[in-house]
């Protein structure tokens, strides 16, 4: 087995970024991880706009269009944004009784709203009032302590079998594994309607034909937001 370290995408290409007419908002990170025992975890929320302040509203959910949970809190979860500046947010862990042989999965809900150019009721939610930017959601991962596998061995460890016309992958390991691309042979994988294996959790996938190279090569995202590339 190898695999190859992709130079990072990051916050130009993947990044969880919201743009409306007279703002322009990133967060900082393509994704939290909050291991176990932590005090908190920092994000930053980016204002890229020139001229316009925003202020933003990020909350946890355990979906990504799902309402606020209890198991995290935000500090604080009301800040305002200055023109080309950033502000920092912390998360911190409420409930202490998640799941100790698994990650959980959450999800960091951020709303940026700024003020309505007056001229311009189109984009205003309110004539006059403000621009409501599209939410930008990035995952959030709860790691426990001691798990018995490193996150590494996780991702390279992924388990395949081919059979007839279908490809299942499974995920053997105690962590989220986020696909990005699967190969087989000559093959690209639509992986796009299950692209995360959840905790020793297994999908298939449909093959357009029958494969004689068997040979496999699979793309994940690290905890970074970088790309890392496996063949086997």
Do not use: C
Request: charged share 20%; hydrophobic share 40%; net charge positive.
């Amino acid at each position: 087995m190898k695999y190859i370290l992709i130079p990072f995408l990051l916050l130009m290409t993947l990044s969880a970024h919201a743009n409306t007419a007279g703002m322009s908002f990133q967060l900082g990170a393509l994704r939290v991880v909050y291991n176990e025992g932590q005090k908190s975890a920092p994000l930053d929320l980016i204002n890229n706009s020139p001229d316009t302040p925003i202020l933003t509203q990020t909350i946890i959910t355990d979906d990504p269009k799902g309402k606020a949970v209890n198991d995290f809190k935000v500090i604080p979860p009301l800040t305002k944004v200055l023109p080309g500046s950033s502000n920092q947010i912390k998360i911190i862990q409420i409930n202490r009784n998640l799941p100790a042989d698994r990650e959980s999965l959450f999800y960091i809900n951020s709303k940026a709203l700024s003020a309505a150019n007056k001229n311009n009721d189109e984009n205003s939610a309110v004539g006059g009032g403000i621009n409501i930017g599209i939410a930008s959601v990035i995952k959030l991962f709860y790691r426990p302590a001691n798990l018995p596998v490193t996150v590494d061995d996780a991702q390279k460890n992924l388990t395949f079998s081919v059979t007839d016309k279908k490809l299942t992958i499974t995920n053997p390991s105690p962590y989220y594994i986020n696909l990005i691309n699967v190969k087989v042979g000559s093959e690209n994988i639509v992986i796009s309607e299950k692209p995360m294996l959840a905790p020793f959790e297994k999908h298939s996938y449909l093959l357009n034909k029958m494969l004689t190279d068997k040979k496999i090569k699979w793309t994940i995202i690290n905890d970074a937001g970088g790309l890392l590339e496996f063949t086997r």
